[in-house]
């Protein structure tokens, strides 16, 4: 790695806080990468203000500079608000603009059926009973 950035843009349901607690961390260690992992001023001004940097040149050319000399940054805030497929494309181009195209993006998926059926059990596990047939569509839709 030269001075590109490694993004992990990291889709709802996919494992991205164990990714970050058990591989990223030690990789960001083992290799001295700055990264938004172990740098709370990076963090907040990647994760905390995408709002008011997404139509800001200067304040994406500080991010820039941050991120791109050897750094690491996951973040499920980079794919959109609360993992909404809506914002994908957005976002892909907020991304691409921000890092640019010679970072190294990591991007983990999950099977469709599975990562419905995490969003319906997270939903139980908080106390929101739904239907089944209120989350799901049938066949026909």
């Given amino acids: 790695m030269k ?3 490694v993004v992990h ?3 709802h349901k996919t494992g991205s806080t164990t990714l970050q607690e058990k591989i990223f961390k030690n990789i960001v260690k083992k290799y001295d990468l700055v990264s938004n992992l ?5 963090g907040h001004e990647i994760l905390n203000n995408l709002a008011r ?3 800001n040149k200067s304040e994406l050319n500080k991010i ?4 791109l000399n050897k750094g690491f940054i996951s973040s499920e805030s980079l794919s959109g608000p609360r993992g909404n497929p809506a914002f994908y494309k957005f976002y892909r181009d907020f991304n691409y ?5 010679d970072a190294h993006i990591l991007i983990f998926i999950r099977k469709p ?8 059990l997270q939903n139980i596990h908080k106390g929101k009973i739904i239907n089944p047939e209120e989350n799901y569509l049938n066949k026909d839709n």
């Fill in 9 to 11: 843009i990291g889709l």
């Fill in 53 to 55: 940097v997404e139509n």
């Fill in 38 to 42: 172990n740098n709370e001023k990076l």
């Fill in 3 to 5: 001075n590109e950035a």
């Fill in 97 to 101: 603009n921000l890092f640019g195209k």
């Fill in 113 to 120: 059926s599975e990562y419905l059926s995490s969003i319906y």
């Fill in 64 to 67: 820039k500079k941050l991120t």
